[in-house]
Nanobody
């Protein structure tokens, strides 16, 4: 069972920045982050493939940047200009291959943006 270990998160004022990191125990085709705010469904934040193709939810474009280090099986989400509506539990996500059905999740890390 591959493991995803998250780090980062915390409390920040609106307009501030945070960095989330996730390390996988094996190489993964696609990695990234989802988030879930109280009372809402889990939503995609950003994903990146091992070829460095990225996708972002519209609400974070131009504020968040997702990068990865294939040699270390890690991804990092740099979050700038944070807004209170970014407050959520952020979950690292991974998929081993493009054709795999199974998905892997981290334990979640809280991000709280105060106004």
């Amino acid at each position: 069972q591959p493991q995803l270990v998250e780090s980062g998160g915390g409390l920040v004022q609106a307009g501030g920045s945070l960095r989330l990191s996730c390390a996988a125990s094996q190489s993964m085709y696609r990695m990234g982050w989802y988030r879930q705010a109280p009372g809402k469904q889990r939503e995609l934040v950003a994903l990146i493939t091992d070829g460095f193709g990225t996708e972002y939810v519209d609400s974070v474009k131009d504020r968040f940047t997702l990068s990865r280090d294939n040699a270390k099986n890690t991804v990092a989400l740099n979050m700038n200009s944070l807004k209170p509506e970014d407050t959520a539990v952020y979950y690292c996500y991974a998929k081993a291959t493009s054709w795999a059905l199974r998905e892997y999740w981290g334990q979640g890390t809280q991000v709280t943006v105060s106004s």
